[in-house]
């Protein structure tokens, strides 16, 4: 099983909101990512948890807050979003670091208002 | 500076017309390289992972291949469902960032 769950798979809010994006994976797998990816543009970095510790932070805005409760579970709390931060959210895990591949989530869709 | 590129942006193909796609990469010490294969709106797809030059890999009409500067992903006979972005990765080689190529574009006409 290679699969990595993402929920909501569509999210629509307004730019007082707070909501969270919630990710999991069952495969075991020790490292896990929030990527960002507008149109006909590859996957952005985000965040990257290494052994549930935040290893990488791509200097994102802080309206943009990671949660990593256990290892197979990922959060991403949204605040105060901007127009411009509507994307589609990925979320990605590996087994250990960026050496092995990553499976990725099918997605969030989300749209600010 | 770590960076892979992708060749072509964008590949028009009848279907049946095998062809290559590009990524060549900047990497020093590469750890390994990835291919995932895109549909719109959807997360990608993982197809392979290559770690030294020499290396092939095929699934059905697909295959990558390795060299030490570039990897290229054949696609043999190919049919209007693998009409896809096609993306390439590497890792970098102070940490557990994964830089992706901007991804090739393919579209399989019937």
């Known amino acids: 099983d290679t699969e990595v769950t993402q929920t909501p798979k569509h999210l629509v809010m307004g730019m007082t909101n707070k909501k969270s994006l919630k990710c999991e994976q069952h495969?075991?797998?020790?490292?896990m990512y929030w990527y960002k990816q507008k149109a006909k543009k590859p996957p952005e970095l985000m965040f990257v948890?290494?052994?549930?510790?935040?290893?990488i932070n791509e200097s994102v805005p802080s309206r943009f807050s990671p949660e990593c409760p256990n290892s197979s579970l990922l959060n991403l709390h949204l605040h105060a979003l901007q127009p411009e931060d509507s994307a589609l959210y990925l979320c990605?895990?590996?087994?250990?670091?960026?050496?092995?591949?990553?499976?990725f989530g099918q997605g969030t869709r989300l749209t600010v208002v | 500076e770590d960076q892979v590129t992708q060749s072509p942006e964008a590949l028009r193909l009848q279907e049946g017309e095998s062809s290559s796609l590009n990524c060549s990469y900047t990497?020093?010490?590469?750890?390994?390289l990835f291919w995932y294969r895109q549909d719109p709106g959807k997360g990608p797809e993982f197809l392979f992972t290559?770690?030294?030059a020499g290396e092939e890999k095929e699934k059905e009409r697909l295959k990558a291949t390795l060299t030490k500067k570039e990897s290229f992903l054949h696609i043999t006979a190919p049919k209007p469902e693998d009409s896809a972005t096609y993306l390439c990765?590497?890792?970098?080689?102070?940490?557990?960032?994964?830089?992706f190529g901007k991804g090739t574009r393919l579209h399989i006409l019937p």
């Open positions: 495969m075991g797998h020790r490292a």
């Open positions: 990605a895990s590996s087994q250990e670091s960026a050496n092995t591949e990553a499976f």
């Open positions: 990497v020093s010490g590469l750890r390994g």
């Open positions: 948890y290494s052994y549930e510790k935040l290893s």
């Open positions: 290559l770690y030294s």
């Open positions: 990765a590497v890792p970098r080689n102070r940490d557990d960032k994964i830089i």
